[in-house]
């Protein structure tokens, strides 16, 4: 079975401050991970894949296989930053679907 | 190009009720994946649909079932309707859904309340 955890349900941090919202997994094999944003009033959207090991709007993140963890950075917080943020995992299954976390909200105060 | 769009964005029914959402993927795009996102929960998956075909069902009874269409649009229907079904009903859309590093995008949602 797989499973993604996302322990903080809620961090909110100052503009400017650092910020990592947390991600766990639980799969056997070998898993793709991302990380969905939802702004407002927007639909869901792709933040970052770790197979692209990319930085968009300034968030990294790094998959650790041995500690099964997806953790989400950004150095500065802007307070455009302010959303949802869900961790997915997408196995080598048959369906392929995505697991999703439970989120967490970011809220960037001025 | 709208994206993936989904009808209606709300919708209320009564229990025992059925009900039929729609979704309409980017053009080119071939697979369909329904979720279901209950409040303050991420996203659960029920479907995922590629070329017309089922390619993957999740934890979901026999109520809900699916269907694509040849143009790729795809129906979730639910039959009998309890109010633990409220909740927002998310399509997502791709290319290939069995490639590597393939990108869902996701519509608006149905919000579905049952009362």
């Known amino acids: 079975a797989q499973r993604v955890t996302q322990p903080e349900k809620l961090l909110s941090v100052f503009k400017g401050a650092p910020v990592e919202l947390k991600c766990n997994y639980s799969y056997s094999g070998s898993p793709e991970l991302f990380w969905y944003v939802q702004y407002s009033r927007q639909r869901l959207q792709l933040l970052l894949r770790?197979?692209s090991r990319e930085s968009i709007k300034g968030f990294t993140a790094d998959l650790n296989k041995g500690e099964t963890s997806f953790h989400l950075k950004k150095p500065f917080a802007q307070e455009e930053d302010s959303a949802m943020y869900y961790c997915a995992l997408r196995g080598n299954n048959a369906g392929n679907m995505l697991t999703f976390g439970g989120g967490t909200r970011l809220m960037v105060k001025p | 190009d709208a994206g993936v769009t989904q009808s209606p964005t709300h919708l209320i029914k009564t229990r025992g009720q059925h009900v039929t959402l729609r979704c309409s993927p980017i053009s080119g795009h071939k697979s369909v994946s329904w979720y279901q996102q209950v409040l303050g929960q991420g996203p659960q998956f029920i479907f995922q649909y590629y070329e017309k075909e089922e390619r993957g069902r999740g934890n979901f009874p026999d109520r809900f079932s699916a269907r694509q269409f040849p143009n790729y649009s795809s129906e979730l229907n639910v039959n009998a309707l309890l109010l633990g079904d409220s909740a927002l009903y998310l399509c997502?859309?791709?290319?290939?859904?069995?490639?590597?590093?393939?990108?869902?995008?996701f519509g608006q949602g149905t919000r579905l309340t049952v009362v």
């Open positions: 997502a859309s791709s290319h290939n859904p069995g490639r590597a590093n393939t990108e869902a995008f």
């Open positions: 770790h197979i």
